[in-house]
Structures are given as C-alpha cells and as structure tokens.
C-alpha cells in the first residue's frame, strides 16, 4: 500500500479518504481555477480555453497535421476538429491536404493567426503573474505533473 493511504486504513476498519486527500480533486479543481483565470484573457481574442491551446501548438510549429496536433494536445483528432473548423471560420487557420498523403490534413497559421502570437504572449504573461509562484516553484511543479502524467499514461 503506497503512502497516498498513509494514514488513512485503520487496522480494522477502512475509512474513506476526504475529498481534500483526493489527488484527482485538487488537479480538477486547480484546473477549474487556471481555465476561469484564462476565461477573460482570452475573451477580448474570441478564443475558449481549447481553442487556445491549439494556437498555442500552431504558434510552436505549423504546417502539422491534425492528427499530431491532437497528440500535443493529448486529445483524439475527433475532440479537437471542431476546434480547428472555428479556428478556422474566425480566419485564424487554414487547412489544407497533404500533398504526399490526402489522408491528412495540414493546418497553418493565418496573417491573423500569426498576428495573434503576441496576444498569446500577453496571456501567458498575465497568468504567470496570476499564479504568483516562484521559476524555481514552477519548474517543480511541471516536472511532477509531468512525471504523473507519463505514469498515468
């Protein structure tokens, strides 16, 4: 038994964690928190949260197909076309086929879509100081959830 139940089971009777022992309900109610953080921020740039997150890949890398955008996104390419056909009737994207195979869909940014990196960084700035935690914090951090995350996987 791992130490998440430390303390938890008695010899004799087993006795349910609370809800604040709950690791999966303070991973969802934080990300509750940082999506309502994102909500305004991402007003004034017609984008949802999930949407973002696709310009956000589209801001590392374009031309990748829609397939390894949903992989990035850890999502499966039926979650995240509809994402992608707003993007692109907002004229953010385009789509078009691979010429070496008609299977996949390539995506790119747009003059808009590239004009909006900046906001982008804007509001990864305003998060940043939204959390108020310190680089060193935030690079443990993102390495434990990324090591819970590959575990998970």
Known sequence: MGPYFSGIVAMTKFIPPTLEQHLCFSLYSTSLKMTQLYKPLLAPLNLTYPQYLVMVVLWQEQGLGVKDVAQRLQQDSGSI????????????????????????????????????????????????????????????MMADLSKLNKKLT
Do not use: H, W, Y
């Not at 953010?92 to 747009?110: A, G, K, W």
């Not at 900046?118 to 060193?136: L, M, N």
């Open 81 to 140: 076309t509809p994402l992608i056909k707003r993007l692109e009737a907002q004229g953010l994207i385009s789509r078009s086929r691979d010429s070496r195979d008609e299977r996949n869909v390539l995506l790119e940014l747009t003059a808009a879509g590239e004009a909006m990196r900046r906001a982008g960084v804007k509001v990864s700035e305003a998060i940043a100081d939204g959390c108020a935690i310190r680089p060193a914090e935030f690079e443990r």
